[in-house]
């Protein structure tokens, strides 16, 4: 071919692929693939996968199983709900007295409740969840005395025997107070050195002190709050002869009276969902430090 044609034909081509070029990109087409580049084994339109690593599925959360975490393997837990919600349609029922080894009690009572209505029964019905519920993931094995899944009761004397009956390593008996407006803060209520009738509990009495000792130290760190002003003398630790449910306990137990329903200030904090996990979380560490020992 002559140079001059050849000329006009080069300028001829570069003229095509430079409209076809413009077209393209007018098109939005894409650039061509490197022939090089290494065939794909994706579907046509599929997405270049995520590079951000996602979240380990054995990753620890606040209730991870863990082995650290499950240091009450082996140990057996009561938790004892304090009264019952039905027992207000129960009274004939609750009022029978039972033999609490010192004298005779009624039953059970309906328990107290904050000026707005909000029940003792269903504040330790709740509370106790969270307990079962923490306990569980350290491994514990927890017993609930009830669970609302009967009309009334236990009684007390029934309470206690549960407890015994599951030879239990610790019981606690969650409840809250009902006393005077001013009176604030929580108590952990120990059993005396009874022995009377069907109740001696001389071999409880120095366990019980240290799980409640426990219980106290723990609960006000989670809670924030103080020990009560109005019984214990700032020790947040009260021992009682009265109470069937410690009289006649065979196994280490204790009451956690977790604040007063009827001080307007507690009742904030006792109605609450988020303060009662935090009581939750006390009492659990409490019993948790208590069988480590």
Not at 13 to 35: E, I, K, S
Not at 266 to 276: F, H
């Amino acid at each position: 071919m002559p140079n001059d044609q050849w000329k006009t034909a080069r300028r001829t081509l570069a003229l095509v692929l430079a409209a076809t070029g413009c077209c393209a990109a007018l098109a939005g087409c894409g650039t061509a693939p490197d022939p090089a580049a290494p065939p794909s084994d994706k579907a046509p339109g599929s997405r270049e996968p995520s590079t951000s690593v996602p979240a380990s599925p054995s990753a620890p959360t606040s209730t991870s199983t863990a082995p650290e975490n499950r240091s009450l393997t082996g140990r057996t837990v009561v938790v004892d709900p304090g009264h019952n919600p039905g027992n207000f349609q129960h009274s004939e029922e609750i009022n029978q007295k039972v033999n609490i080894g010192t004298n005779r009690k009624e039953c059970d009572t309906t328990g107290t409740s904050t000026d707005a209505g909000y029940t003792e029964a269903s504040f330790t019905l709740d509370v106790s969840h969270r307990l079962r519920d923490l306990l569980v993931a350290r491994g514990a094995k927890v017993v609930l005395t009830h669970d609302a899944e009967r009309p009334w009761g236990p009684c007390i004397d029934e309470r206690a025997r549960i407890g015994n009956e599951a030879r239990a390593d610790a019981v606690v008996s969650v409840h809250a107070d009902g006393s005077a407006v001013g009176n604030r803060g929580f108590h952990v209520i120990l059993p005396a050195r009874v022995r009377e009738g069907a109740a001696d509990t001389a071999k409880i009495v120095g366990p019980s002190r240290e799980l409640g000792e426990r219980i106290a130290d723990r609960f006000a760190r989670a809670t924030g709050t103080a020990p009560s002003n109005y019984l214990g003398g700032g020790t947040g630790l009260d021992v009682r002869d009265d109470l069937g449910g410690l009289n006649l306990s065979t196994v280490p137990k204790v009451f956690v009276e977790c604040g007063n329903m009827r001080d307007p200030k507690d009742a904030k904090l006792l109605t609450s969902a988020a303060w009662r996990q935090k009581a939750a979380q006390g009492i659990a560490d409490g019993i948790g430090t208590y069988l480590k020992g």
